[in-house]
């Protein structure tokens, strides 16, 4: 697609349940990228791939998040169990190799509020 | 790895007036970008420069980088109110070459 598409724009869920957010990238990026964005703060990265693999999880802040990526292309962010403090904006990039010195374009994110 | 510091945190002026916003880092760096964010959703890329550049000029914006100082500043010249955003630096060093760190940012309004 012409950019990096994020669905939903908008979730509400109750505490314990489950979330799955999704990210479609630039068509032809290697390079994916999820970054939390709680109020008012900067970008918590949380995890990259390259292709299919993620070599870097260690933003992951629990076990209860997990995430991956098929075909080279998207990508599902999950969360299990979620908690309050998971309320935030959940945004995915991607960048056409992830070598470094490349610019990252971002999806709208994903807007996620647990009641 | 490293975050990267902006100041200030809030910067309000009026039309037609420069910019100006600094990011402070600790340690060396790869390269180190500029993004724009519009009512906490997406970023946008603004600008890169690199460890070897000292300046970077794009349209009204330009930035310069001080490894010395470990600092970077963006200018935005003849503001307009559709510059009011937030602004980040993001920090790409050492060895993981694919990780920007960002920093909390820079809330800039323009007043008409």
């Known amino acids: 697609g012409a950019g990096v598409s994020q669905s939903p724009s908008n979730k509400v869920t109750e505490k314990g349940k489950d979330v799955e957010l999704r990210c479609d990238p630039i068509?032809?990026?290697?390079?994916l990228y999820w970054y939390r964005q709680s109020l008012g703060q900067g970008l918590e990265f949380l995890i990259y791939f390259q292709g299919n693999s993620a070599p870097d999880k260690s933003g992951l802040p629990s076990d209860r998040f997990s995430a991956e990526r098929t075909g080279g292309s998207v990508s599902t962010l999950t969360i299990q169990r979620t908690q309050q403090e998971d309320s935030a904006v959940y945004l995915c990039?991607?960048?056409?190799?992830?070598?470094?010195?490349?610019?990252?374009?971002f999806g709208s994110g994903t807007q996620l509020s647990v009641l | 790895s490293q975050q990267g510091e902006e100041d200030p945190q809030a910067l309000s002026i009026q039309e037609g007036e420069n910019a100006t916003m600094n990011c402070s880092y600790k340690t060396s760096i790869n390269n180190l970008q500029w993004y724009r964010q519009n009512s906490g959703r997406g970023l946008v890329h603004l600008i890169l420069i690199r460890s070897n550049e000292r300046e970077k000029h794009s349209g009204r914006l330009r930035v310069t980088l001080d490894t010395s100082k470990k600092s970077s500043s963006l200018l935005i010249t003849a503001s307009r109110a559709a510059d009011t955003a937030s602004y980040f630096c993001a920090i790409n060093s050492g060895g993981s070459n694919y990780k920007l760190t960002f920093g909390k940012g820079t809330l800039l309004t323009v007043n008409p």
């Open positions: 990039a991607s960048s056409l190799a992830g070598t470094g010195g490349e610019k990252l374009f």
């Open positions: 068509s032809g990026h290697t390079a």
